[in-house]
Structures are given as C-alpha cells and as structure tokens.
C-alpha cells in the first residue's frame, strides 16, 4: 500500500456505458494525474491538476472527463469508449516538490 | 519539449550479476531531475532512484546505482546483486526544475528486466 488507492482494479465495459475510475490519495498531496499505459507504448500524461484545478489537459478526448471535487480525490469519468481505450489507467499524487510521483496500482480497462 | 529514449526493449540477467539500463533524454532545461521507476507484475510504480541534475554525484540507493553524464544526456542505471524480485518492467523519467506542484514526469518507452535463477 503506497498511499495511492485505485478502484476499481478492473474493469470491463462495453462501448455505450458509462462508469467511472477513482483515484485516493491521504499522502497530504497537492497534485494528482492520470496516466494511460497502452502495450508497446510509453506512458501517456493525460490530466494534472494541481490545487484542485485542472493544469494539463493533454489532447484526450471528450469521452475522458475527469473531475477533482477535493485535493485527495481525482476521478476519470468515461461514457462511449472505443475498444482502442483498453489500457491500464494510472492515477499518481505529488508534493510541491521534485521528489516525483506516487503511484496507485492502476485499473486494467477493457472496452469491448 | 522533453522527449526520453530507452533503446534496450528487454534484457536478461543471472541472479547476483549486474546488469546495467541506459536512457538518454533531449532537452534545453539546464536543470532537471531524472528518475528510475520500477513496475512489478503487481503494475504498482515504484521510485528506485531520483538523480539532481545540478548535482555531479551520482544517485546510489543500495544495489541500485547511476551513471549521470550531463552533458551526453545520458542517464543509466546500473542493477548489481540482481534479485528475482528485481524481475519488472523499468521506466526512466525525466521533469523540468520546478518548485510548483502539477510538474509534469516524461517516461521512456520501458526496459523489461528478466532475473533468471
């Protein structure tokens, strides 16, 4: 336990429904991020926020909505996926520092 | 744009040898922070070492060490006394100087590591 909780730990879903990943973290951090990892490709930034306030948004698409309501909490909301989502979903928190990211364990999503 | 390169996709190595990853990165930022992530099966990421660019010593944390060459860009890490429990995929990392929170953490493409018995 790294003090980064993700769930849910998998998840399966079909292409018209809707659902949503958590992301929790009680490490006192100020910034939270979601990350794509896809097979044979490298880790995707898609969403920072710091302070509650979304900083980064990477080109995702509109079916990724993420939503922040506190600094220990961040999730992604999904509706209408497409099989190419499939991946596994990293949230990470950090401190006003430079001493890198904590990470959850990931949701394995599959879109069929 | 900061962009980060591991050219090894998978390597191999007997338990209690050494084995050594490299990673180069491109950048304009004169001071940075570069960092070794390891992801067991378990796909939980695990910070094995973190390297201050404005800092000439190499970053050392018990059988894990770095070899820093700034001006290459080069950024290596160095496995020694490999363990079955070191068997994981491992990703280098680079971020800009920063003091604010929301800095963003660039990743190489991975280097599957392989423990063998």
């Known amino acids: 336990e790294t003090g980064v909780t993700q769930t849910p730990r998998h998840l399966v879903m079909g292409m018209t429904n809707k659902k949503s990943l958590k992301c929790e973290q009680h490490?006192?951090?100020?910034?939270m991020y979601w990350y794509k990892q896809s097979a044979k490709k490298p880790l995707e930034l898609m969403f920072v926020y710091s302070l509650e306030e979304r900083v980064e948004n990477n080109s995702v698409p509109s079916r990724f909505s993420p939503e922040c309501p506190n600094s220990s909490h961040l999730f992604l909301h999904l509706h209408t996926l497409q099989p190419e989502d499939s991946a596994l979903y990293l949230c990470?928190?950090?401190?006003?520092?430079?001493?890198?990211?904590?990470f959850g364990s990931g949701t394995r999503l599959t879109v069929v | 744009a900061q962009t980060v390169t591991q050219s090894q996709p998978e390597m191999s190595v007997q338990e209690a040898e050494t084995v050594t990853l490299s990673c180069t990165y491109d950048?304009?930022?004169?001071?940075?922070?570069l960092f070794w992530y390891k992801q067991p099966p378990s796909r939980q990421m695990i910070l094995v070492i973190r390297q201050e660019a404005y800092k000439q010593q190499n970053a050392t944390e018990n059988r894990f060490s770095v070899n820093f060459q700034k001006a290459a860009k080069s950024f290596s890490l160095k496995i020694s006394d490999s363990q079955l429990g070191d068997t994981a995929m491992y990703f280098c990392?680079?971020?800009?100087?920063?003091?604010?929170?929301?800095?963003?953490?660039?990743f190489g493409g991975g280097t599957r590591v392989l423990v063998k018995p």
């Open positions: 950048t304009s930022e004169n001071n940075y922070y």
């Open positions: 990470a928190s950090s401190a006003e520092s430079n001493y890198g990211y904590t």
């Open positions: 490490l006192g951090h100020n910034a």
């Open positions: 990392a680079f971020m800009k100087h920063g003091n604010a929170a929301g800095n963003k953490l660039t």
